[in-house]
């Protein structure tokens, strides 16, 4: 025991077992941190699994002889293909399965769930699978208290994960490698590098444990991740005097470091450190230095780079490419655009959507819109389908030029052709007729959205109110309030500033005010522990500044969030009528009363700040001129 202890003084510092920090059982695990110990993790954890008044628990025959039955060991290899699988919420339903059962759970199986629960970082269960354990009276073993270290180290709680591993030793356990790369990699997501270090020296020490490549590649990170590279490097010196060598993977990480760091330069020299040690540099190596020169904005010097790649026998690859031409986009360099083109000419490299959206996007965001058509019509020819973010971009793009009635000429030829318009498209041309002050053609747009079954969301209805505040029409804006509520769509304090203005914007402050005042009681509604009401001055104040912020006559905002499309059941179409029903008599001059028969496809979905569509700055037309009048698209043809 002289050795353990030495090892533990070595590592122990001098706050790590505050006086009532922690209640300590007889028993293997109870390490339990006094402020932690909730009663009610035990019941949170297996709320599935309790037994009814109705229907007693019954229990396995064989689980109460044996340690486990047939049913418990297939069940547990189950519970790991499902984890294997990415599924670790199935895993734990299983689980949940086994106790309804009657079964007993093996210690496999407890090791196999709390490997499901730190994957879904439920960290609070830590505790009871413990407890669990003991009250079963099992014997961990190392298997388990490494998950028990793995699943404290996740959460960042290093105190408690050294105290299981001092634990797993005084149980005449031994640790493994393993063990001490799970401590190390959990003391650099704590932000604690140097107590890594001091782990490593401890290995060094004990006589039964080597650190492999993976502790020297997790410690590498652990400095690379506070951004202290210069460590990092010192690892890999300790690396090499070990007589190990580093790999691609530990390369990698300081060359990330670097161009996270804005070095993209110094990422390049890392190349030469690989060919020095034998390491071949490969594709990630080279996406790391070409995505660092991106993010500085020195295109040039990636695409320099990227015809070096034939140096280290790497071809560029599409995502590579794409990467390129978004760079050169970006800075409006059609140069650029047209090099990159014969260089994926060159190595064989066939453009993707991706591609082609890229510089439609060019051209739209510039406001020619025939340009932005043509690549849209090559794509076609190549035999590439547009995907939705393709629609979207001609759609914005003839918004953005204040061709509305073409963005819905796109939209119905999407229909025609078989696509399927998301809520982003759809609320994208209805933007385009608020901005014409074209409500009623807004509204047609709206009604067909719900015919063709896509839900309206946040961002539809703020569209819609914002139009009618622009057409200087408060009270039908007022009343898209109530068909929200007939679909499900819950208003935002966005939404309720976008009314106050419209009614302001008519010199109807006291409407304004009324407004005003729903966004308090919405907020003492929702926050009952709040540190003290805002008064309605207050909100009008932060009203203003918000609205100013949203310079609603000079951007342009487009929806950019795909919702999912879901049909509403039959009882929300059943409220959404009689709601409609209700009104008819003081909306009988408002759209609402026509459209009623299209809720039948009113469903749920959310998005929040409204979309403002106004006529594109002439000084950003200006700044595509050059790129407008001549860069070329001969490969994409």
């Known amino acids: 025991m002289g050795k353990f202890a030495e090892g533990k003084a070595f590592l122990q510092t001098d706050d790590k077992y505050q006086s009532g920090s922690t209640i300590v059982k007889k028993g293997w695990g109870q390490m339990i941190p006094a402020k932690k110990n909730n009663p009610g993790e035990k019941k949170q954890l297996y709320s599935n699994s309790k037994p009814t008044d ?77 407890s669990q354990v003991e009250e079963n009276g099992m014997e961990p073993d190392s298997i388990f208290f490494n998950a028990v270290i793995n699943a404290f180290s996740e959460s960042g709680n290093m105190e408690e994960a050294m105290d299981t591993f001092w634990k797993m030793k005084e149980s005449g356990l031994t640790p493994t490698t393993s ?56 690892v890999m010196h300790k690396m090499a005097a070990s007589g190990m060598k580093p790999d691609a993977v530990t390369y990698h990480t300081i060359a990330t470091a670097y161009a996270r760091n804005g070095e993209a330069d110094q990422a390049e020299e890392v190349i030469v450190e690989m060919e020095h040690n034998g390491v071949q540099p490969n594709g990630r190596t080279c996406g790391i230095i070409i995505s660092g020169y991106c993010k500085e904005g020195k295109i040039k010097e990636a695409l320099r780079f990227a015809r070096r790649m034939k140096e280290y026998g790497v071809h560029p690859n599409l995502v590579i490419f794409n990467l390129l031409i978004k760079g050169f986009v970006e800075i409006m360099d059609r140069d650029g655009v047209d090099e990159v083109l014969a260089l994926m000419k060159e190595f064989r490299v066939n453009p993707d959507v991706i591609t082609y959206s890229t510089i439609m996007n060019a051209w739209s965001t510039a406001g020619f819109m025939d340009k932005c058509k043509e690549i849209f019509d090559d794509m076609v020819k190549a035999g590439i389908k547009p995907d939705a973010h393709a629609y979207s971009i001609l759609a914005k793009g003839y918004v953005r030029a204040q061709e509305p009635e073409k963005a819905e000429e796109l939209l119905m030829t999407m229909i025609e052709l078989g696509f399927h318009p998301n809520v982003v498209i759809f609320t994208t041309v209805i933007s385009g007729w608020c901005s014409d002050g074209s409500m009623d053609r807004a509204i047609e747009v709206f009604d067909k959205m719900c015919e063709h079954g896509v839900s309206p969301n946040l961002k539809t209805f703020e569209t819609l109110m914002w139009g009618y505040s622009e057409a200087k029409q408060p009270w039908r804006a007022e009343e898209i309030l109530q068909i929200m509520k007939a679909f499900g769509v819950h208003p935002q304090k966005s939404t309720f500033l976008i009314l106050a203005e419209a009614w ?25 522990e709040a540190e003290e009401e805002i008064p309605v001055e207050s909100l009008e104040r932060l009203y203003h500044k918000e609205a100013t912020s949203a310079s609603y006559p000079n951007l342009l905002q487009i929806p950019n969030v795909v919702s999912s499309d879901q049909k509403g059941s039959a009882a929300a179409l059943k409220k959404g009528r009689m709601l409609l029903r209700d009104t008819d008599s003081s909306l009988e001059c408002s759209w609402f009363a026509t459209t009623s028969m299209y809720l039948s496809h009113s469903c749920k979905s959310g998005a929040r700040l409204p979309i403002i569509c106004q006529k594109q700055p002439l000084g950003q037309v200006g700044m595509y001129s050059q790129l407008a009048n001549s860069c070329t698209v001969v490969f994409l043809n």
């Open 54 to 130: 109705s229907q007693p628990q019954t229990h396995c025959s064989f689980c109460m002889n044996k340690e486990s039955c047939r049913t418990v060991r297939s069940m547990t290899k189950l519970m790991n293909i499902l984890i294997e699988r990415g599924k670790p919420q199935e895993a734990q339903a299983i689980f949940n399965n086994l106790i309804e059962g009657g079964h007993k759970p093996s210690l496999v199986t407890y090791t196999t769930l709390l490997a499901a629960l730190t994957i879904q970082k439920r960290f609070n269960s830590i505790h009871s699978i413990m």
């Open 179 to 234: 063990t001490y790369n799970t401590l190390i990699k959990g003391y650099g997501i704590a932000g604690k590098p140097e107590e890594s270090v001091k782990l490593l020296d401890l290995m060094s020490r004990e006589g039964n444990v080597k650190p492999n490549l993976r502790t020297y590649n997790v410690l590498v990170r652990a400095w690379c991740n506070e951004k202290n590279i210069t460590e990092a490097w010192n």
């Open 504 to 528: 302001r914007a008519t010199g109807l402050t006291k409407e304004a005010k009324r407004i005003l005042s729903k966004i308090k009681n919405k907020e003492r509604t929702n926050e009952m």
